[in-house]
């Protein structure tokens, strides 16, 4: 059995293939609201929130004017946005339906608050806030108890 990873490891950034970076760029910055940090030529960008260096590349090197896999297939299921507070996450709510984009699913986990759409390219999109830890769902035994079921989406903008 292997050690551990270090506690305090985190996903530093995904990297998207996309088949069209201006469309990519219209809905991770225009929609969502990232902004570009920074551009390598038509071909591929970087945008973060906060002034990070990035959170979130795309490019067109091997995928330009492609379409998405077929169902059925490999690949990235979803790349999931973590918001600070509910607020935060109403306030994403607000920028999706303002871009008329279809939510596939809102769940509530217990553990977190989630959205789920795609992206221009087909690429599943989660949109989330956590609970704090203490307010997390637990079995009689004390172990973590998941769950899902219908997050309620009038109550969430309310607090946009």
């Given at each position: 059995?292997?050690e551990?990873?270090?506690?305090?490891?985190?996903?530093?950034?995904?990297?998207?293939?996309?088949?069209?970076?201006?469309r990519?760029?219209?809905?991770?910055?225009?929609v969502?609201?990232?902004?570009?940090?920074?551009?390598?030529?038509?071909?591929?960008?970087?945008?973060?929130?906060g002034?990070?260096?990035?959170?979130?590349?795309?490019?067109?090197w091997?995928?330009?004017?492609?379409?998405?896999?077929?169902?059925?297939h490999?690949?990235?299921?979803?790349?999931?946005?973590?918001?600070?507070?509910?607020?935060?996450?109403?306030d994403?709510?607000?920028?999706v339906?303002a871009?008329?984009?279809?939510?596939?699913?809102?769940?509530?986990?217990?553990?977190?608050?989630?959205?789920?759409?795609?992206?221009?390219?087909?690429?599943g999109?989660?949109?989330?806030?956590?609970?704090?830890?203490?307010?997390?769902?637990?079995?009689?035994?004390?172990?973590?108890a998941?769950?899902t079921?219908?997050?309620?989406?009038?109550?969430?903008?309310?607090?946009?």
């Amino acid at each position: 059995m292997s050690e551990p990873i270090h506690p305090q490891t985190r996903i530093g950034h995904v990297h998207l293939k996309v088949a069209d970076l201006e469309r990519a760029l219209a809905f991770y910055c225009g929609v969502l609201g990232f902004a570009l940090t920074q551009r390598y030529g038509a071909q591929a960008a970087f945008v973060s929130a906060g002034g990070y260096h990035h959170h979130i590349g795309l490019n067109t090197w091997e995928s330009a004017g492609g379409s998405p896999p077929p169902p059925g297939h490999t690949g990235l299921y979803h790349l999931a946005i973590l918001y600070p507070d509910r607020a935060a996450l109403a306030d994403a709510l607000r920028r999706v339906e303002a871009a008329s984009i279809a939510l596939d699913g809102a769940s509530d986990h217990g553990v977190s608050e989630a959205l789920y759409l795609r992206d221009p390219d087909g690429n599943g999109v989660e949109l989330y806030r956590d609970r704090p830890e203490a307010e997390w769902p637990r079995d009689a035994q004390g172990q973590l108890a998941m769950l899902t079921r219908r997050l309620d989406l009038a109550g969430l903008r309310a607090e946009a």
